[in-house]
């Protein structure tokens, strides 16, 4: 089974879900969900409460996650541009279940949850975004957020040079805004 580049699926209204296949052993891919310093390598910075309840802080910052140094995209520079506030949140820990299963809410309104499953020497990590609600171009965002982020991830797990973060997004977002548009989800 190689997932690695599969695109997620939307498996209901308003969800997203991505399977890869992640080099192990479990505990160094939840160390990569948990720990601030690895999490701010693939994904976002922040503290967080490994416990359920547990506040999670995020702050982003695209222009570290890679070596490469991209214009950041039009639409995302009030967003996300370097040092802005509208890409950082908060969220609660709904679900800890180290190392298997971790969930929190995404800002006020959706959840992520990450599920780490051995298999041989490697990790079968699906990760589920619900309650995104139904705007296509939200969707499409999100799940080529995710898609890119997990592109990093499975670099930095195996030693690799991750791939540059907005040209990436950008075209898994085009990607996805088609799938959208063809089968809405």
């Not at 547990?54 to 695209?62: A, K, N, S």
């Not at 039009?74 to 908060?90: L, P």
């Not at 990450?114 to 939200?138: A, M, S």
Request: hydrophobic share 35%; with cysteine.
């Amino acid at each position: 089974m190689n997932t690695n580049h599969d695109s997620g699926k939307f498996t209901a209204p308003g969800e997203v879900t991505f399977v890869r296949l992640l080099p192990g052993p479990i505990e160094r891919v939840w160390a990569f969900l948990t720990d601030s310093d690895k999490r701010g390598r693939w994904l976002a910075a922040g503290p967080m409460e490994v416990r359920v309840g547990g506040e999670v802080r995020m702050h982003f910052h695209h222009a570290d996650l890679t070596p490469h140094r991209e214009e950041i995209p039009a639409k995302y520079k009030e967003s996300c541009g370097e040092g802005s506030a509208a890409c950082d949140f908060t969220g609660r820990v709904t679900r800890c279940e180290p190392p298997r299963h971790l969930a929190f809410t995404w800002g006020e309104n959706s959840e992520v949850t990450f599920e780490l499953t051995p298999k041989d020497d490697q990790i079968l990590f699906v990760l589920t975004h619900r309650r995104l609600g139904d705007d296509p171009e939200v969707l499409g965002s999100v799940a080529a957020g995710w898609h890119t982020h997990l592109a990093i991830l499975l670099a930095r797990l195996a030693g690799e040079v991750p791939p540059p973060f907005w040209s990436t997004h950008f075209g898994h977002e085009a990607a996805y805004a088609r799938t959208i548009v063809k089968g809405a989800p």
